[in-house]
């Protein structure tokens, strides 16, 4: 069965509809740092209007702990979306209640009631068995909204038929954190590059002295095995490091002395990599190759952000640093498909599914 698109939805003239998106933006003393979470869902808002339907949003925002708490309040989202969407009720934070997180029957009940039909557009939450993404569809006519379908289209298109030499770039602090989504890419891609924290893992994995830098020794094995695999994976040549002082930072081989911590790639592997990237003709990029909010340590991000950027192959980001290293070095524009999601992105390359989108398989109005 396919997942329905808006177009399955029966006629919605006077009629509510629930809305699951995934507003869940970066806060900073109460204010929205970014706001691409909200306007990434406008487009659907405006197709169900149009249709003269009203639209009920909901979402969570951050992790609160099943109660209220005015850190998480929906407060500043909601005036953002009355400026974007004027007319869109927002609900409190899902997760206020512990219904959402524990998919509790009696919370489906509550925000179902009323409505007509039920729409989910978060993408970034799809990974999420919880109360608002999984239960709505077994009551109500569901469909997956315009940014959730677009997200579902270019993800698995890398999956099933990417243009090669398909080329991932991973970064990030933690391998056990992406081993799952390496194993999975492995099998698709021409090429991967490692950066970021996890490379230190990888490095140890060949031998290399990693110094004070980020390693997760349970992983060495799993990594060795990787290295081993017959693909293609391409490690950082040289490295940027901060000294035992905390102070003087230095550009060093891939074998780092005692006490020095690498944070991020060097020149000359961020120079290789670039190469690799503008070679590819698709890419997918997920972490940040070092701390690039410190400028000291950003080199390697800009690097190959602006190589991610500039490729004439079809580029797509996910994953929330990715896109804030973009965003910073104004190169959001410049890339072909920024992603909303984090977990969920790579949770759906890895597996190919999510439970948002088979519990839309599983609607009422999904056909056979
Ligand atoms: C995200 O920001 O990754 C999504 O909104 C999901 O949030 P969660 O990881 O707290 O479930
Ligand atoms: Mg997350």
Request: aromatic share 6%; charged share 25%; net charge negative.
């Amino acid at each position: 069965m396919r997942v329905p698109v808006l177009e399955d939805l029966p006629d919605l003239d006077g009629r509510r509809v629930l809305l699951r998106a995934d507003f869940n933006v970066p806060l900073q003393d109460g204010a929205i740092t970014d706001d691409l979470r909200i306007r990434a869902a406008l487009p659907t808002i405006g197709w169900l209007q149009e249709r003269g339907a009203t639209v009920t949003a909901c979402s969570h925002l951050g992790r609160p702990k099943g109660a209220p708490d005015p850190k998480y309040s929906m407060d500043p989202v909601r005036r953002r979306l009355d400026e974007l969407a004027p007319g869109v009720e927002l609900l409190e934070n899902l997760r206020f209640d512990p219904g959402e997180t524990a998919n509790d029957p009696v919370f489906v009940q509550r925000l179902i009631e009323g409505q007509d039909a039920y729409v989910d557009d978060a993408f970034g939450a799809a990974h999420r068995a919880h109360a608002s993404i999984v239960g709505p569809p077994q009551f109500l006519p569901s469909a997956a909204g315009r940014l959730l379908a677009r997200e579902v289209e270019v993800l698995l298109g890398l999956r099933t038929s990417p243009k090669r030499p398909f080329v991932a770039v991973l970064g990030g602090a933690k391998v056990s954190d992406k081993i799952g989504v390496i194993d999975a890419l492995l099998d698709v891609v021409d090429a991967l590059v490692i950066g970021g924290g996890m490379c230190f893992t990888f490095l140890k994995a060949q031998g290399h002295s990693v110094g004070a830098s980020l390693l997760e020794d349970d992983q060495v094995d799993t990594c060795r095995r990787l290295l081993e695999g017959g693909k293609p994976i391409h490690l950082p040549s040289d490295i940027t490091a901060l000294g035992p002082n905390e102070e003087e930072v230095r550009q060093l081989g891939v074998d780092l002395p005692d006490g020095w911590k690498g944070l991020d790639i060097g020149p000359g592997s961020a120079a290789e990599f670039s190469d690799v990237i503008l070679d590819a003709r698709t890419i997918f990029w997920n972490g940040p190759m070092g701390v690039f909010e410190d400028e000291r340590f950003a080199a390697g991000t800009r690097t190959v952000a602006e190589a991610v950027a500039e490729t004439k192959g079809f580029s797509v980001v996910g994953g929330g640093d990715s896109a804030a290293a973009l965003a910073q070095f104004g190169l959001d524009d410049d890339v072909d498909h920024v992603s909303t999601g984090g977990g969920a992105s790579l949770e759906l390359l890895e597996e190919g599914d999510l439970p948002g989108l088979e519990a839309l398989r599983k609607a009422p109005n999904a056909g056979k």
